[in-house]
C-alpha cells in the first residue's frame, strides 16, 4: 500500500483525519481501536506511514469507512473510452 503524499495527507485534506474528527474520535481513541499507538496514526494521518492491509482495515472499521475511501486516491484523470462495435478508425 503506497502512503500518500505528505501534502496531501496532512491537513483537511488527509481523509482519515477529516473522517477521524467527523466523527469526533481522538487519535488516542483511534489508535486504542485500531491496536496501535498514538504515534502510528499520526504518522498514517500524514502520510509518513504506509500502513499493513490489516492495518489499514483495522483502521477503515474504526472509523466506520472503507480502505478505499481512507487510503486509495481518486484519479481523476480516469476516462472510460467506449468504442463501437465493428467500428475503425
Known amino acids: 500500500?503506497?502512503?500518500?503524499?505528505?501534502?496531501?495527507?496532512?491537513?483537511?485534506?488527509?481523509?482519515?483525519?477529516?473522517r477521524r474528527?467527523?466523527?469526533?474520535?481522538?487519535?488516542a481513541e483511534l489508535a486504542d481501536a485500531?491496536?496501535?499507538?498514538?504515534?502510528?496514526?499520526?504518522?498514517?494521518?500524514?502520510?509518513?506511514?504506509?500502513p499493513s492491509v490489516y492495518l489499514a482495515l483495522r483502521i477503515a472499521r474504526a472509523l466506520e469507512a472503507t480502505v478505499?475511501?481512507?487510503?486509495?486516491?481518486a484519479d481523476d484523470d480516469a476516462t472510460t473510452e467506449t468504442t463501437t462495435e465493428g467500428a475503425r478508425p
Not at 21 to 27: G, L, S, V
Not at 34 to 50: L, M, N, P
Not at 68 to 73: A, G, S, V, W, Y
Open 34 to 50: 485500531a491496536g496501535v499507538s498514538r504515534q502510528t496514526i499520526i504518522a498514517v494521518e500524514q502520510g509518513d506511514y504506509a
Open 1 to 18: 500500500m503506497t502512503p500518500r503524499q505528505a501534502t496531501d495527507a496532512a491537513g483537511p485534506r488527509s481523509p482519515i483525519r477529516r
Open 21 to 27: 474528527r467527523e466523527r469526533r474520535i481522538t487519535q
Open 68 to 73: 478505499e475511501e481512507l487510503f486509495i486516491e
